[in-house]
């Protein structure tokens, strides 16, 4: 069991009309003028935004407006917005949508309270020291970015996806509304529920010490996801599955189910955002493309805690060796994420890479993680390109 610091400020507001609180928590942590930032049109559609801009005209809060952040959200917009905020004179951010429009939001942050290009954090030269305050309203349970202290951007040229992580980014507060991911096309959905199971997943396979609490919580919320993608498949307005699937989201990525262990593994997550910058896949379906290979490749390695998961969590019989066990898990961890229509291996995501695109994304890759990565087995260079060759 290992050390660890538990770090999670975000005030979280959940619940049906919470979005109507939205003027008294920006008032509460200080914001006087506000951007608010959001993605491609779905919360204009779904009229969230003009209720959100009427509350604030109502409690005399003023605001710029900027939309636009896409899946995979990229650096051109960011600069946009660090200049439309030194301009406006903006000291709070409010991110109306997912993951996209939250991170994007957060690197804003990262670029209007320090110097120098924004970045140079995402390309690990240096550290911020400051953010922005950050607000949330969620409308896609996936990501966690609500209270995580990550944000991903992709840059343009070149098409690097990276990650940035510190306390800095993480929000104020986050409304989470279930009624809100209720307009979700299905697909995003089953992207939101695999995103929010790996983000348990990868702190669950690992060969650092464990906690027997923060394991069982883990597979507490992997089996509750499971569940309820599957009630929300036949039934997508079920407010309960939606709310369970929203709350798992936050709890899988503020840092609870990974207390007492090494870290995490994370490998599925770097593979995965390589295909993100190159192909720009839906992430959750990017995860779930590239799960199996990356599983098949280092369970015997891992053995007792692929063992575990397959017992605990998918409901393999405790029958035959445990490499049998094991590969019955990952087999069943398959079959749930063709039952909620996700892909299990690139063709099935639409990936056509050649070997010249599987050998580069292998070497970005490598590069982001800074030569070798993972604990359920340390994985370099040759071994993700030897995952890339097998998802193909
Ligand atoms: O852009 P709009 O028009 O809003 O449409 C979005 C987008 O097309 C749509 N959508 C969202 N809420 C909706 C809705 N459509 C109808 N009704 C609603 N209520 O869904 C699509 C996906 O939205 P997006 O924000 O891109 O999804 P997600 O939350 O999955 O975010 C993905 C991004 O977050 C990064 C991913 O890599 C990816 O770039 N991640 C961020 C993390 C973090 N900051 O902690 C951790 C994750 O592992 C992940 O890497
Ligand atoms: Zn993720």
């Not at 507001?13 to 008032?27: C, H, P, Y």
């Not at 301009?87 to 690197?107: M, Q, R």
């Not at 992207?191 to 790996?198: F, K, L, R, S, V």
Request: glycine share 12%; proline share 3%.
């Amino acid at each position: 069991m290992f050390n660890f610091k538990y770090y999670t400020p975000t005030k979280v507001v959940f619940g049906k009309d919470t979005e109507q609180q939205v003027a008294e928590l920006i008032k509460e942590f200080g914001g006087k003028k506000v951007l608010i930032h959001y993605g491609g049109g779905s919360v204009v559609r779904s009229g969230l935004l003009g209720r959100v801009t009427d509350i604030l005209d109502a409690a005399g809060i003023s605001y710029v407006t900027l939309g636009g952040a896409v899946p995979n959200p990229h650096l051109g917009l960011v600069y946009e917005g660090i200049e439309l905020c030194k301009k406006e004179g903006v000291d709070f951010l409010l991110a109306v949508g997912g993951g996209s429009a939250i991170d994007s939001a957060k690197a804003i942050g990262y670029g209007v309270t320090n110097d120098g290009d924004v970045w140079d954090f995402y390309d690990y030269k240096r550290k911020a020291d400051a953010c922005l305050p950050l607000g949330v309203i969620l409308t896609i349970a996936a990501t966690g970015s609500e209270m995580s202290d990550s944000s991903v951007i992709t840059k343009e040229e070149g098409l690097v996806k990276r990650g940035y992580s510190s306390d800095y980014c993480r929000p104020k507060f986050a409304i989470l509304n279930p009624e809100l991911t209720m307009t979700l096309p299905d697909y995003q959905t089953a992207c939101g529920c695999t995103d929010i199971m790996m983000h348990t997943m990868e702190r669950y396979f690992t060969n650092g010490g464990n906690m027997e609490i923060t394991d069982s919580m883990a597979e507490g919320l992997l089996c509750t996801v499971m569940e309820n993608a599957k009630i929300l498949k036949k039934d997508p307005k079920n407010y309960d599955a939606r709310a369970e699937v929203m709350w798992a989201g936050s709890l899988a990525h503020n840092g609870l189910t990974g207390c007492g262990n090494d870290g995490g593994d994370w490998m599925t997550h770097k593979l995965e955002h390589e295909l993100g910058g190159l192909y720009d896949v839906a992430h959750g379906a990017g995860l779930a493309a590239i799960w199996g290979s990356w599983a098949r490749y280092v369970y015997k390695e891992c053995l007792p805690r692929f063992k575990r998961y397959a017992i605990n969590v998918m409901g393999v019989k405790e029958e035959g060796t445990d490499e049998e066990i094991a590969l019955k898990g990952i087999e069943a961890m398959e079959d749930f994420y063709r039952e909620i229509n996700m892909p299990t291996n690139l063709r099935e995501l639409g990936v056509k890479a050649t070997e010249e695109d599987l050998v580069t994304m292998a070497h970005k890759c490598a590069v982001g993680v800074g030569g070798a990565m993972g604990s359920a087995k340390l994985l370099k260079e040759e071994d993700m390109l030897a995952i890339y060759r097998v998802s193909m």
